[in-house]
Every structure is written in structure tokens, then in C-alpha cells.
């Protein structure tokens, strides 16, 4: 899915959009993701993808689902290396080490608008098999948020152990 496009003047004053020209990657302070820059008329939303170099900036958002349930949670990862295990699991070149687990904090994420949690993204891990003790589906933590991090996920970590990655989410 290519990321969302849009002309700037649709989004920033001209004042703000000279600035992020010459600097060619600036952070979106209300949703914490990059402008990149490919020409005067185009500017990326998305996930930082252009022809511009954002470097260590750039994030990738990936859904994922704990069957049987339908719900969806997106997770952003900006590892780079984190990013290409991610895109192998969809890929089903990776066959171990495919469910999602990191912490969680307690707020609610542009990203993710439905729920009152996110994972952080530095701690996101794929792995293949995990305790009883992290393993809940999406709705049961957020129905639980208010004891995560006591007895309901220790240390806020949670591992669905059935989380399955359904794809890369583009425009987040």
C-alpha cells in the first residue's frame, strides 16, 4: 500500500513548509511521525518512505490480531531491524518467533485510536513461545488496563501467544 500523499499547502503555512524544505525530515509534533520531502509539490505522511534520506527517523506500523477475536491493534516499530523481521513474518519467510510482545503504556496513540494503550516501540519482540502470565487478547487488556503492571501483566508486558501479524499499514 503506498503512503498517503497530499499536497503541503493542504496541511502546513508556507512559512512552515520553507523550513521543512530546507531541512528535507522534520517530526510531526501532534502525531510523532516525519515529513519527508520528494519535490516542492509532494510531501509523504506516511511511515517516512521517499526519496529524501530520513534515516533513524523513519517507522513502519504493522496490524496484528489475536484469533479468535476480530479485533486489530497496530503496533509502530522503528527498528530497523525490528521493521524487516516484521515484513518477513507477513511475508511467511520467518515460520518461528512470529507473535508480538512488548510493553504497554497506558494511553491512547493516534495510531491506534480504538484503544486506551499502545505498545512502546522499543520494546516490541517477536517470539514463539511465552507464559500464561503476558498472554491476553486485545480486548481483555484493555478491559483490564487499569491492573496492568500488578498482577495483570507484571512489569506491563504483554505476549499474546495467538497474536498473528495480518500486514503493513501504510498513511498512519
Not at 508556507?14 to 524544505?21: H, L, Q
Not at 519467510?93 to 512488548?102: F, Q, R, Y
Request: aromatic residues 12%; proline residues 7%; glycine residues 8%.
Amino acid at each position: 500500500m503506498a503512503p498517503l500523499r497530499a499536497h503541503p499547502a493542504a496541511f502546513f503555512p508556507a512559512a512552515f513548509f520553507s523550513m521543512v524544505f530546507l531541512s528535507g525530515c522534520v517530526s510531526i509534533p501532534f502525531c510523532g511521525d516525519n515529513i519527508c520531502l520528494e519535490g516542492v509539490e509532494d510531501v509523504d505522511l506516511g511511515n517516512g518512505h521517499c526519496t529524501t534520506d530520513c534515516g533513524s527517523l523513519s517507522a513502519s506500523y504493522f496490524a496484528f490480531t489475536t484469533p479468535p477475536y476480530d479485533d486489530t491493534f497496530v503496533i509502530k516499530l522503528t527498528d530497523p531491524v525490528r521493521i524487516a523481521q516484521a515484513r518477513q513474518i507477513i511475508a511467511g519467510e520467518k515460520k518461528w518467533e512470529v507473535h508480538v510482545m512488548g510493553t504497554i503504556v497506558k494511553s491512547r496513540i493516534p495510531y491506534n485510536p480504538r484503544w486506551n494503550f499502545h505498545v512502546d516501540p522499543d520494546s516490541v519482540a517477536f517470539f514463539g513461545n511465552a507464559m500464561d502470565i503476558c498472554d491476553f487478547s486485545i480486548s481483555d487488556v484493555e478491559s483490564n488496563l487499569d491492573n496492568a503492571g500488578s498482577t495483570f501483566l507484571p512489569n506491563n508486558v504483554w505476549c499474546p501467544a495467538g497474536s498473528v501479524l495480518v500486514g503493513e499499514v501504510s498513511g498512519r
